[in-house]
């Protein structure tokens, strides 16, 4: 059957917010909108593509019959919280939802935790060196084995932060870490979150409001739908914003946040048959780091039914596991098993086994290096990329973890969600307000002057970066004190680096009367 769109006039709907994407960052947005800012429920719509909310706060249950609640048997994608995510646990004591500590190994004596490799200061403006490759001038040996204990082989080697950690504690939600984004969704009024509605544009309009096109899904049909409104938060996945018409004019940060993938290998055991490391939260529980494996990890299931965490993948060792996935789930099974028989200390039954290995892949977010070039704090790089471009696209907001200093965890969704929110709120007292109150320095109206250039509205350092511009100093300085927006395009147009570079050096955003 083939899909038809409608030919009719589309709808056309007026509102002072529309939040684009109904995971955690858009749902609490909507939330904090209502009962900290005071919108009324009519003055905002959450869209969302899909038949259900939350993002990758997805959790797989149990098939039940006779009407029995579901069992959780594991989380796809996020799946603990850490002691340093502080807004998720006050969020699980606002909104009544369960947690349970689990019991967390010590560093394996074999590998230094990161800060002890973060030995020099940083030079002022200089970005400092990540985790990896301090230990690697120090021993390559060191270096691999700290890579891949992570369970992030490959990746750390590029985007590892100095001294970043997730804390000795962790919890997981006995019912599923998708119990936060239904307990957010509770709070919110009957029909302002529109499920099966996909936004396919968001554009400004001469007027300086923006349209946001929607697609209303029924079945094979679709219905074009066209919200107006005079903000909007885009709480979606870098690459989805990239699609809209608005891309234009925040591409910066949008390319300083770079995709990587990330894979869980989940395996269940036949019940009953042999021990498996099973729904241990205390000091017994398995929690294996095995670097010469390609599964990395084994963790214990938290919610038992013979289910447990068997891997951990990025990178390179995520390929794999994404190339035996279009193999079949027979040699998915057949090569866990393989995989399971080399690790010393497993019981060797385990492997035969299996019942069933499940690989979930997701999209891990981290800020893209060049991002770093002026040595801004990855704090600082957020609450820039929270207002891509204050001049161009006012009251526009990104909100999610890709955008947060805690890439990579709800927690970052939530960070977001709560700083767009509190200059949504002050736009709406002062309607003028173009820079609201506390926005990054990087993003305050600057002048023009001959130590720096403009691209698209934003201010840009020059002077500092001459030295180090990958096509020499030449073509900076020849460009200092000028808009470098029509020359940037005719070489640059569209190439990551060159655009995250930019959020990098960006110092500001062009006064009005410049």
């Known amino acids: 059957m083939a899909a038809s769109t409608s030919t009719s006039s589309p709808e056309v709907l007026h509102l002072p917010v529309v939040v684009v994407g109904g995971g955690m960052g858009g749902l609490y947005t909507a939330h904090q909108l209502l009962n900290k800012y005071n919108f009324k429920s ?21 098939d039940v019959t006779n009407g029995q609640t579901p069992e959780v048997k594991f989380n796809d994608f ?17 909104f009544g939802v369960e947690l349970v500590e689990q019991f967390t190994p010590p560093a394996d004596a074999s590998k230094k935790e990161s800060h002890e490799f973060d030995t020099k200061p940083r030079t002022e403006n200089k970005a400092p060196l ?9 021993s390559t040996t060191l270096a691999d084995l700290q890579d891949r204990e992570s369970g992030y082989a490959g990746r750390t080697a590029q985007i590892a932060f100095p001294g970043e950690s997730h804390g000795s504690k962790h919890w997981f ?28 544009d968001v554009e400004k309009q001469e007027d300086g409001t923006y349209k946001v096109t929607v697609m209303h899904s029924h079945g094979y049909d679709f219905t074009e739908k066209h919200y107006i409104c005079e903000q909007v938060v885009l709480a979606v996945p870098p690459f989805q914003a990239r699609t809209f018409s608005v891309a234009k004019d925040m591409q910066p940060a949008l390319f300083a946040v770079y995709e990587r993938r990330l894979g869980h290998i989940y395996v269940q055991c036949k019940p009953g048959t042999v021990k498996v490391p099973d729904a241990s939260t205390g000091p017994d529980r398995i929690y294996k780091m095995i670097p010469d494996n390609i599964l990395q990890q084994i963790v214990s299931g938290d919610y038992g039914h013979n289910v447990f965490q ?3 993948a990025c990178d390179r060792f995520e390929r794999v596991w994404r190339e035996l996935q279009f193999q079949g789930n ?29 690989v979930r892949i997701l999209f891990v977010h981290r800020w893209q290096v060049e991002a770093h070039v002026n040595g801004k704090t990855k704090e600082e790089l957020s609450l820039q990329a929270i207002t891509p471009n204050p001049v161009r696209l006012p009251g526009l907001y990104l909100v999610g973890e890709a955008f947060s200093s805690q890439q990579g965890w709800t927690e970052g969704a939530v960070m977001t969600a709560s700083k767009a929110a509190e200059f949504i709120g002050q736009h709406k007292s002062e309607r003028n307000v173009m820079v609201p109150e506390g926005v990054s320095p990087y993003n305050m109206p600057c002048k023009v002057d001959e130590t720096s250039m403009v691209y698209r509205d934003l201010v840009l350092e020059a002077s500092t970066f001459a030295g180090i511009h990958p096509g020499g100093a030449g073509p900076i300085n020849w460009m200092k004190g000028h808009d470098v927006t029509n ?27 410049d």
Do not use: C
């Open 487 to 513: 020359m940037f395009e005719n070489y640059h147009k569209g190439w990551p680096n060159p655009l995250a570079t930019i959020f990098g050096i960006q110092k500001g955003s062009l006064k009005q009367d």
């Open 78 to 94: 996020a799946w603990r919280i850490g002691e340093t995510n502080t807004m998720m646990l006050q969020l699980a004591k606002d």
């Open 330 to 358: 027979d040699v998915v099974n057949q090569e866990v098993r393989k995989q399971l028989a080399k690790i010393s200390g497993v019981d060797p039954a385990l492997g035969d086994q299996i019942e069933q290995a499940f």
């Open 130 to 138: 990540s985790t990896y490759s301090a230990a690697a001038l120090e």
């Open 310 to 312: 068997a891997g951990y």
């Open 42 to 62: 009519e003055d905002i719509v959450v869209l969302e593509a899909r038949r259900g909310v939350g993002g990758r706060l997805v959790t797989t249950t149990h």
């Open 173 to 200: 939600a006995p019912k599923g870490l998708n119990a936060f984004p239904r307990a957010v969704l509770e709070t919110l009024p009957e029909g302002m979150v529109k499920t099966y509605h996909r936004a396919a």
